[in-house]
Protein backbone atom coordinates (compact mmCIF):
# COMPACT_ATOMS: atom_id res chain seq x y z
CA UNK A 1 0.00 0.00 0.00
CA UNK A 2 3.20 2.32 0.45
CA UNK A 3 4.59 1.92 -2.50
CA UNK A 4 0.79 2.20 -4.33
CA UNK A 5 0.86 5.46 -2.56
CA UNK A 6 3.69 6.96 -4.24
CA UNK A 7 3.32 5.36 -7.89
CA UNK A 8 -0.62 7.14 -7.30
CA UNK A 9 1.84 10.73 -6.86
CA UNK A 10 4.09 10.11 -9.28
CA UNK A 11 1.00 9.35 -11.95
CA UNK A 12 -0.66 12.20 -10.55
CA UNK A 13 2.31 14.68 -10.91
CA UNK A 14 3.55 13.61 -14.75
CA UNK A 15 -0.41 13.87 -15.75
CA UNK A 16 -0.43 17.45 -14.53
CA UNK A 17 3.23 18.16 -16.45
CA UNK A 18 1.33 16.70 -19.29
CA UNK A 19 -1.87 18.62 -18.46
CA UNK A 20 0.39 22.02 -18.25
CA UNK A 21 2.63 21.06 -21.19
CA UNK A 22 -0.64 20.78 -23.28
CA UNK A 23 -2.09 24.33 -21.80
CA UNK A 24 0.91 26.01 -22.42
CA UNK A 25 0.70 25.45 -25.86
CA UNK A 26 -2.70 26.91 -26.16
CA UNK A 27 -1.75 30.38 -24.76
CA UNK A 28 -0.15 33.11 -26.47
CA UNK A 29 2.89 34.75 -24.40
CA UNK A 30 2.97 37.68 -26.73
CA UNK A 31 0.07 39.86 -24.55
CA UNK A 32 0.83 41.31 -21.69
CA UNK A 33 1.31 39.95 -18.17
CA UNK A 34 -2.51 41.02 -17.06
CA UNK A 35 -3.94 39.07 -20.31
CA UNK A 36 -0.92 36.11 -19.77
CA UNK A 37 -2.45 35.80 -15.79
CA UNK A 38 -6.22 35.75 -17.01
CA UNK A 39 -4.73 33.08 -19.64
CA UNK A 40 -3.13 30.86 -16.60
CA UNK A 41 -6.31 30.96 -14.95
CA UNK A 42 -9.22 30.18 -17.18
CA UNK A 43 -7.21 27.60 -19.11
CA UNK A 44 -8.93 24.23 -18.52
CA UNK A 45 -5.13 22.45 -19.18
CA UNK A 46 -3.26 24.40 -16.55
CA UNK A 47 -6.13 24.27 -13.93
CA UNK A 48 -6.47 20.81 -14.07
CA UNK A 49 -2.91 20.17 -14.26
CA UNK A 50 -2.47 22.23 -11.34
CA UNK A 51 -5.13 19.96 -9.31
CA UNK A 52 -3.75 16.85 -10.32
CA UNK A 53 -0.52 18.46 -8.85
CA UNK A 54 -2.45 19.50 -5.83
CA UNK A 55 -3.65 16.02 -5.46
CA UNK A 56 -0.38 14.22 -6.19
CA UNK A 57 1.19 16.67 -3.33
CA UNK A 58 -1.19 15.54 -0.64
CA UNK A 59 -1.21 12.00 -1.65
CA UNK A 60 3.07 12.21 -1.37
CA UNK A 61 2.39 13.63 2.27
CA UNK A 62 0.30 10.30 3.05
CA UNK A 63 3.33 8.52 1.82
CA UNK A 64 5.94 10.26 3.21
CA UNK A 65 4.49 9.50 6.62
CA UNK A 66 4.98 5.40 5.77
CA UNK A 67 8.22 5.48 3.97
CA UNK A 68 11.55 6.40 4.44
CA UNK A 69 12.21 9.74 2.36
CA UNK A 70 15.87 8.61 1.31
CA UNK A 71 13.60 5.35 -0.22
CA UNK A 72 10.49 8.09 -1.48
CA UNK A 73 12.10 10.39 -3.16
CA UNK A 74 14.28 8.92 -5.51
CA UNK A 75 11.05 7.08 -6.95
CA UNK A 76 10.26 10.52 -7.73
CA UNK A 77 12.59 9.89 -11.03
CA UNK A 78 9.98 7.64 -12.44
CA UNK A 79 7.79 10.46 -13.76
CA UNK A 80 11.02 12.08 -15.37
CA UNK A 81 10.21 8.08 -17.76
CA UNK A 82 6.48 8.81 -17.97
CA UNK A 83 7.23 12.24 -19.27
CA UNK A 84 9.74 11.80 -21.40
CA UNK A 85 7.78 8.51 -22.95
CA UNK A 86 4.10 10.19 -23.05
CA UNK A 87 5.55 13.71 -24.64
CA UNK A 88 6.66 11.64 -27.77
CA UNK A 89 3.60 10.12 -28.04
CA UNK A 90 1.04 13.14 -27.54
CA UNK A 91 3.81 15.99 -28.07
CA UNK A 92 5.35 14.15 -30.81
CA UNK A 93 8.27 15.38 -28.76
CA UNK A 94 11.90 13.81 -30.42
CA UNK A 95 13.25 10.60 -28.43
CA UNK A 96 16.91 10.71 -29.22
CA UNK A 97 18.92 7.87 -27.93
CA UNK A 98 20.65 10.05 -25.17
CA UNK A 99 17.17 9.83 -23.92
CA UNK A 100 16.64 6.55 -23.87
CA UNK A 101 19.99 5.51 -22.46
CA UNK A 102 19.04 8.46 -19.55
CA UNK A 103 15.88 6.36 -18.72
CA UNK A 104 17.69 3.48 -18.93
CA UNK A 105 20.09 5.12 -16.41
CA UNK A 106 16.75 6.27 -14.41
CA UNK A 107 15.12 3.08 -14.39
CA UNK A 108 18.74 1.20 -13.27
CA UNK A 109 19.15 3.64 -10.02
CA UNK A 110 15.49 3.54 -9.08
CA UNK A 111 15.81 -0.57 -9.00
CA UNK A 112 18.83 0.19 -6.86
CA UNK A 113 17.26 2.58 -4.13
CA UNK A 114 14.06 0.32 -4.21
CA UNK A 115 16.32 -2.83 -3.24
CA UNK A 116 18.09 -0.99 -0.60
Known sequence: ???LLIIISIILSSFGQLAMKNGANEISLQDGAIKLF??????????????????????????LSRIQLSIAYPLVSLSYIIVVILSYFIFNEPLSLQKILGLVFIIIGVIFIARS
Not at 38 to 62: C, D, E
Open 1 to 3: MNY
Open 38 to 63: IQFTTNLSILSGLLMYGLSTIVWIVA
